[in-house]
């Protein structure tokens, strides 16, 4: 009989070491991975509580903020569909995009936050309160630029050009975040393609605002002074077999070096590409961060260059005149503009305030100078008057960039201001419209209307 008791005991002893070893694997071992799983009930059911902090603009204006309902459950708001490519999006069934993403321990309250804090918290069923985060952004520029594009598909990027914090960033079409989750398989659909960011990810021909680049390496080479003369009285010439044309000739016989960047002087800027040749110009344009995705907290793309050097004539021409194989993000744009305007240097973009990082210099003061009195000449008298601002000098240049396929071509502009002699650029832009046609009739003007508004913003 005691053996038999013996024997029983020994039995429920196992069975229960069993238990204990099953109930401790799922428990513990197991436990991360089964409260990571989308469907586990009670993650969905903490996530649901979770307060996200608030996102504010520079000014303290409120762009994204969490109300929670008597039932302790917080909803995402967001001010309106123009800031929609600026900020991104939350959602319980989609994830999460853009700054929500990329400040999303902060803003869910985490980062900081210990596993004691967490655990606690848990125990005492805390709501878990996110952090309030401030971006470099400005509200009323941010819908400014929105209301500019007016529907049409492009994108727009204003910067800080001394410190390269993002203003404005827009993308056209867009959407409602408010409306994400009704809205997501129509979005994804929609031939716009309205969940792509453009300003950071669209990647277009340059056309003639690539001549930024090849007039700053020209100079910085020595292959070129500004009292050079480039004779083009008829504003085409042959290059490699293939007719280079003006679209922006002034008419004139002769044009200096100034006047040629100015006008955006194919013929003159296939001869100074010839000069460069392939290697140095791929050089520069890597210098100045084509080659490279632009730092910034939500993901960027990087540009590109013709792949197999060296380049033929006709290939090289084409490059010059920001055609052939060559693609910029409307982003990298406005860091090149911003870099012109700071005498060579190019800033690292951030859409955080008061977060500004390092600044690489690309050219010399003396380049980014004689290059910025093109850019003042090309608003001036130039191509891109559109661009002007009454009472203020604006460095700019457009350009209109073959998109192939018999389509209309993009609409292009950049530049900054102010940009007198003795001013100190305070914005930097970039404007493209898609297949808008000409950069003096489709995106001049919307740089126009914005830098007024920058400009008159304290």
Request: aromatic letters at 6%.
């Amino acid at each position: 009989m005691q053996a038999n008791i013996y024997r029983a005991l020994n039995l429920m002893l196992a069975l229960f070491l069993l238990v204990a070893l099953w109930l401790g694997y799922w428990g513990v071992a197991r436990a991360p991975k089964l409260l990571a799983r989308e469907d586990n009930p009670r993650r969905v059911e903490a996530e649901r509580r979770v307060q996200r902090g608030r996102v504010l603009d520079r000014h303290g204006t409120l762009l994204a903020w969490s109300e929670v309902d008597d039932d302790g459950y917080a909803e995402r708001h967001y001010a309106g569909d123009w800031l929609a490519h600026a900020i991104g999006y939350y959602s319980l069934r989609h994830g999460v995009g853009g700054i929500e993403a990329a400040l999303d321990q902060e803003l869910r309250g985490q980062a900081e936050r210990s596993a004691w804090e967490a655990w606690r918290n848990g125990l005492l069923h805390r709501p878990q309160v996110g952090q309030d985060v401030t971006l470099a952004l400005d509200a009323k520029l941010q819908q400014a630029a929105s209301q500019a594009l007016a529907g049409r598909t492009g994108a727009v990027v204003l910067l800080d050009a001394q410190t390269g914090e993002v203003l404005a960033l827009v993308s056209q079409p867009t959407f409602d975040p408010n409306r994400l989750d009704a809205d997501w398989e129509a979005l994804r659909e929609a031939p716009g393609r309205p969940l792509f960011n453009r300003a950071t990810q669209g990647l277009y021909p340059p056309g003639a605002t690539f001549n930024l680049v090849v007039v700053a390496a020209a100079l910085e080479e020595g292959l070129t002074t500004p009292d050079e003369v480039f004779q083009d009285k008829h504003g085409r010439a042959d290059v490699g077999g293939t007719a280079v044309r003006c679209a922006n000739h002034p008419g004139l016989v002769a044009l200096d070096l100034l006047q040629a960047a100015a006008y955006g002087c194919n013929v003159a800027f296939a001869r100074l590409s010839l000069r460069l040749g392939s290697y140095r110009l791929t050089d520069y344009a890597k210098t100045f961060g084509i080659d490279r995705a632009p730092g910034l907290e939500m993901p960027t793309v990087t540009g590109q260059l013709a792949g197999t050097l060296p380049l033929s004539s006709k290939m090289l021409a084409l490059t010059g005149s920001g055609q052939g194989e060559t693609l910029v993000s409307p982003l990298q744009m406005a860091l090149i503009a911003a870099a012109v305007a700071a005498d060579g240097q190019l800033p690292s973009p951030t859409l955080l305030l008061n977060h500004a990082r390092f600044a690489r210099p690309v050219i010399s003061p003396e380049s980014g100078r004689l290059v910025r009195q093109a850019m003042v000449l090309a608003v001036a008298e130039g191509p891109a008057r559109q661009a002007s601002v009454a009472g203020t000098t604006v460095a700019g240049k457009v350009g209109t960039a073959e998109g192939g396929g018999g389509l209309v071509p993009h609409a292009w502009f950049v530049g900054f201001a102010p940009a007198g002699p003795s001013e100190t650029p305070r914005f930097s832009i970039a404007v493209v419209v898609e297949h808008g046609g000409r950069g003096n009739r489709a995106a001049a003007p919307i740089a126009a209307q914005l830098l007024a508004l920058a400009l008159d913003t304290p």
